[in-house]
C-alpha cells in the first residue's frame, strides 16, 4: 500500500506542471513529423527495408516519441532525485528508513511513469494517428500485451537509471555516466533508427542488450510483429532483463551501504 | 556616449568561461565522460545515418557522402554555437533563482554573462566529431576558389544561424518559465532537420525552413552550391550565396527579441 501512496503522490507532483507538458507534446510532434518524413523517404526507396512497410516505420517514429518520456529515456526521474540526494548525503536518512530504497525509488518513478504516458505518450500518438495515419494494435492481445510491455520497459530503464545514480556513491558527480548512459540509450533502444535496420552483428548484440526493452520490443507488439511463443518470448527478454538489473542494483546498493557508513565517520 | 569595446566583451567572456572550466575539471572523471559521451552521442548518429545508406543506394537522388557533408556542416555549425552560449537555454533557471538580479547589478552586458555562466568544454567530443564527418564528407567534393569561399562562409555563417536562434527562443522564457521545451522545436529539430537533404520535405516545409526557421542557410543551399547540384525545388540560385545574410538577420532578430525580453522582465521578487 505505501508504495502504491509513493507513486500516486509523484503522478501528482508531475502533473503540476501543465504549460511544460503541452510544449513537451508540442516538441514531441515536431520530431514526429521530421522523422516521418525521412523514414518514408527511406521506404520509399527500399520498401521491405527491415521488414516493416511504411505504415509500420511511420507508426514506429510516433510510438518512439510517445514512449520517449515515460521511459526516461534522457535520464530523469526519480533516479535523478536520488542522485542528488547522494551528492548531498540526504541518502543517509532514506537508508535508515524501514523501506527498501529501491523499492521507494520504483514506485515513484512509476507514477511518474505512468502520468508521463497519459499525457506524452498520449498526445503524440494521437496526432501521428490523425496527421499520419499509424497503425494501432492488430488484435486485443497485442493491445494488453503492449500495456504489459510498457511497464517491464519502465523498470529495465529504471534498473539501468538506479545503477547510474548510484555511481555518485563513488564519482560524487554522476553527470558524466547519465550522458554516457543516455548514448547508448538512444542507439541501443531503437530510438534513434529502429533496431530490425540494425545489420550483421551489430544487430544481433543491440536486440540482445537491454536497450532493447525500451522502444523495440514494446512497439514490436504493438505492431503485431510478435505472436504466439514469440510473444512470450519477447516478454521473458524484458523479464529477464528487468530481473537481473533489479539484481544488480540490490547489490551496488548494498556495496554502496558500506561506502557511506565509512564516510560518515 | 561610446560603445565598450566589443573585445573587452570578449575578454570579459574568455575569464569567466575559464572560471567554469576549472570548476568542472574538479570532477575529472564527469569531465571526461561527459565530453566522451557528447562525441558518442553525436558520433552514433551519424552511424544511424550510415545504417540508413545500407539499405538505401541514394536518400531522394543524395548519396552517403553528400548527405555526411550535409550532416558534418550543419552539425559543426552547432557544435560551435552550442560551445558558445550553449547557457543561454538555462535563462528560466536564473529567473525563478533570482541569479539574474544579480548579474544585472554587475558591470558586465547581461548576454555575455549569461552566455558564459557555467561554460563547459564538454561540447568538445561533438565538435571533434562534426569536424571528421565534415573533413571526410569535403573529399568527395570537387574544390574550385569560389567553393571554398562558400565552405567557409557557410560554417561562420551556420554557427550565426543557430547563435540566433538559441538566444532568439530562449528569451520565450522571460515571458513563461514553465514551457521551455517549446523552444528545443525549434532549436533542436532546427537542427535535426538539417541533418538530411531537405528534398524529402514537402515544399511547404522546405518554404518554412527558408523564410521562418532559416536553418535551409545553415548547409542546404550552401550545400547544393558546393555539390554544383541544381535546387530540386527551384528555388534562385542567390539563395545558394545568401547565407551570411540569413546568419546576420537572425542574430539581429535574435537580439532584438533579447532586449524586448530583458525590458518586459520582472524580478520574481518583485
Not at chain 1, 505518450?121 to 497503425?135: E, M, N
Not at chain 1, 523495440?216 to 529477464?240: E, R, S, Y
Amino acid at each position: 500500500m505505501l508504495h502504491v501512496a509513493v507513486a500516486t503522490r509523484a503522478f501528482r507532483r508531475y502533473s503540476t506542471y501543465r504549460a511544460a507538458t503541452l510544449a513537451g507534446i508540442f516538441t514531441n510532434s515536431v520530431f514526429g513529423v521530421i522523422y516521418s518524413y525521412a523514414y518514408m523517404a527511406l521506404w520509399d526507396a527500399n520498401p521491405t527495408a527491415g521488414g516493416y512497410d511504411q505504415q509500420d516505420a511511420v507508426t514506429y517514429v510516433w510510438l518512439g516519441q510517445a514512449l520517449l518520456m515515460t521511459i526516461a529515456l534522457w535520464g530523469g526521474g526519480s533516479t535523478d532525485d536520488l542522485a542528488e540526494r547522494i551528492r548531498t548525503g540526504d541518502v543517509a536518512i532514506d537508508l535508515y528508513r524501514p523501506v527498501g530504497l529501491v523499492g521507494w525509488y520504483l514506485a515513484s518513478d512509476l507514477g511518474r511513469a505512468a502520468y508521463h504516458l497519459v499525457t506524452r505518450g498520449f498526445g503524440p500518438t494521437v496526432i501521428g494517428l490523425v496527421a499520419f495515419g499509424i497503425a494501432l494494435p492488430p488484435s486485443p492481445l497485442a493491445a494488453v500485451a503492449f500495456a504489459v510491455s510498457l511497464v517491464l520497459a519502465v523498470v529495465v530503464s529504471f534498473a539501468i537509471r538506479f545503477l547510474v545514480a548510484s555511481t555518485a556513491f563513488w564519482l560524487l558527480d554522476q553527470s558524466g555516466v547519465t550522458v554516457m548512459s543516455g548514448a547508448f540509450a538512444i542507439f541501443f533502444s531503437g530510438m534513434m533508427l529502429p533496431l530490425v535496420l540494425f545489420p550483421g552483428w551489430l544487430g544481433t548484440l543491440a536486440q540482445a542488450l537491454p536497450w532493447a526493452s525500451y522502444v523495440q520490443v514494446p512497439a514490436d507488439i504493438w505492431l503485431g510483429k510478435h505472436t504466439g511463443a514469440d510473444l512470450a518470448a519477447a516478454l521473458g527478454f524484458q523479464v529477464l532483463w528487468a530481473f537481473v538489473l533489479l539484481t544488480a542494483c540490490q547489490v551496488v546498493l548494498r556495496l554502496a551501504t558500506r561506502k557511506v557508513v565509512v564516510q560518515g565517520g | 556616449m561610446a560603445s565598450p569595446e566589443p573585445a573587452q566583451h570578449l575578454r570579459t567572456y574568455a575569464r569567466i568561461a575559464w572560471l567554469w572550466i576549472r570548476a568542472a575539471w574538479q570532477y575529472p572523471t564527469s569531465f571526461v565522460l561527459l565530453a566522451v559521451g557528447n562525441g558518442l552521442i553525436t558520433g552514433l548518429d551519424f552511424v544511424g545515418l550510415w545504417i540508413m545508406f545500407t539499405h538505401l543506394e541514394d536518400l531522394k537522388g543524395f548519396t552517403l557522402p553528400e548527405v555526411a557533408l550535409l550532416y558534418g556542416s550543419a552539425s559543426l555549425a552547432l557544435a560551435v554555437a552550442d560551445t558558445a552560449i550553449g547557457s543561454v537555454e538555462r535563462i528560466g533557471t536564473y529567473i525563478r533563482t533570482g541569479r539574474l538580479d544579480q548579474m544585472m547589478t554587475r558591470p558586465v552586458p547581461l548576454l555575455v554573462q549569461v552566455c558564459a555562466d557555467q561554460f563547459t568544454l564538454r561540447r568538445l567530443g561533438r565538435l571533434t566529431q562534426a569536424a571528421v564527418v565534415f573533413g571526410w564528407a569535403c573529399t568527395h567534393v570537387e574544390w574550385t576558389p569560389s567553393r571554398v569561399l562558400v565552405a567557409a562562409s557557410m560554417l561562420v555563417s551556420g554557427a550565426l544561424v543557430f547563435f540566433g536562434l538559441f538566444v532568439g527562443f530562449s528569451c520565450v522564457q522571460f515571458w513563461t518559465t514553465d514551457a521551455t521545451e517549446f523552444a528545443n522545436a525549434f532549436t533542436y529539430g532546427g537542427a535535426t532537420v538539417t541533418q538530411y537533404p531537405l528534398a524529402i520535405f514537402p515544399r511547404e516545409v522546405m518554404l518554412g525552413l527558408t523564410f521562418v526557421i532559416p536553418v535551409a542557410f545553415v548547409n542546404w543551399y550552401p550545400c547544393l552550391y558546393l555539390l554544383g547540384r541544381t535546387d530540386p525545388f527551384g528555388m534562385p540560385e542567390a539563395f545558394q550565396l545568401a547565407s551570411p545574410l540569413a546568419g546576420i538577420l537572425t542574430m539581429a532578430a535574435a537580439l532584438l527579441v533579447w532586449r524586448t525580453g530583458v525590458r518586459h522582465y520582472t524580478s520574481t521578487g518583485s
